[in-house]
């Protein structure tokens, strides 16, 4: 059976357990700010439970308009909420929204993103107790951070601290936060649960899924010899995600002829291309932009690259490690507990010089990139895969569907 190693290091069994499936006949409305989160991370849950019988809703900006969403979900509803908890008007408009959307009559609902998650708790809470449904909130990261803004971090901290009193489970997903939801006191412990992330279809991510030749073609495609050292970064182009150390690191390393492939999107995008035009980089970077198919680039890597400043439990390094490519990352949370001591090499945030001795290493060393990323794999499938995820989600919802019987009666 699955089994997952807890912070403490103690094994704890996380299967699902015989019998003891959520019942049918339940309703899930899964909230989140933005469709991309619910689009790239939830679907397979939505599938899964409403295989099970139940009624799977999601409400989200702009959730009308995706065909994914629309696809996947019994109904979606829009829910024009602001990104920025200092806009008062968009969270007000957001909340009158998230009201009528519960007139629908969900048993549970589940939020993700801070501010959706902020204003779903404001809500619920004035729902009348009979029909109240329960509420869990997984926070993909906190938005108050060592080493993060002093003003953002206190009004983040403010906001979690006061809808933590509406909150029936708070999930968390890395070390990190568990100990400072524990040392804030956001959530009585019973209420707190630590997941390992939201999980990953391991087998879809395995070597075995991406042919030799579909690498092959990419390199192709960029130009970019089969010996050819390449780096990638899979990440939206903004200050947190720092593509800007991964671009001056590949002008100072020994091997001048490294590649570096960036995917994604974002508004610090143009001032990326500039720096490497300052750097005389065109030659060697290249902007792929959004890709929806990431695993045969990502497979062609020597290693991939993440130096972002915040993360919560980065998506695209458990992808890396599933198709046993070595990372070399920041020592952000999330990043830590994923790579550990032997899955690629933690670099501390904003250290050039150490990135561009890291990208030289795995060339260098092709053999302990290759057991790096084995090594990680291996820790995919035993810990973070999607099945273990979602039983964990089952014994979740049945424990908050029991507390909500009792509250009721």
Known sequence: MPTVRAMSGRVVDRSPVAGTSPPSGVSLLIVATVTSVIREFLVPYAAHFRALGWRVDAAANGATADPVLRDA?????????????LDLNGLARGARSLAAILDTGPTIVHAHTPIAAFVARVVVRRVPIERRPALAYTAHGFHFHEGGNPATNALFLTAERVAGRWTDRLVVINGEDFAAAKRHRIVPRSRLVWMPGIGIDTQ?????????EEAARVRGRLGIAV????????????????QRDVITALASMRHADAHLVLLGEGPER??????????????????????????PVVRAATALVLPSKREGLPRSVMEALALEVPVIASTARGNRELIGTDSGILVPTGDVRGLAEAMDRLIDHPDEGGA???RGRARMVEQYDLKVLIGMHEALYRGMLTERSGRAS
């Open 227 to 242: 010996d050819t050292p390449v780096f990638v970064v899979v990440a939206e182009f903004s200050r947190n995600k720092r």
């Open 372 to 374: 790096m990323g084995r």
């Open 270 to 295: 143009p001032s990326m291309e500039s720096a490497v035009a300052d750097l005389g980089l065109r030659d060697r970077v290249h902007f792929l932009g959004y890709v929806r198919e990431v695993r």
């Open 73 to 85: 979900f019994d109904r979606v509803h829009e829910l024009p909420l602001s990104r920025s908890l």
């Open 204 to 212: 879809a991510w395995s070597p075995a899924s991406v042919p030799p």
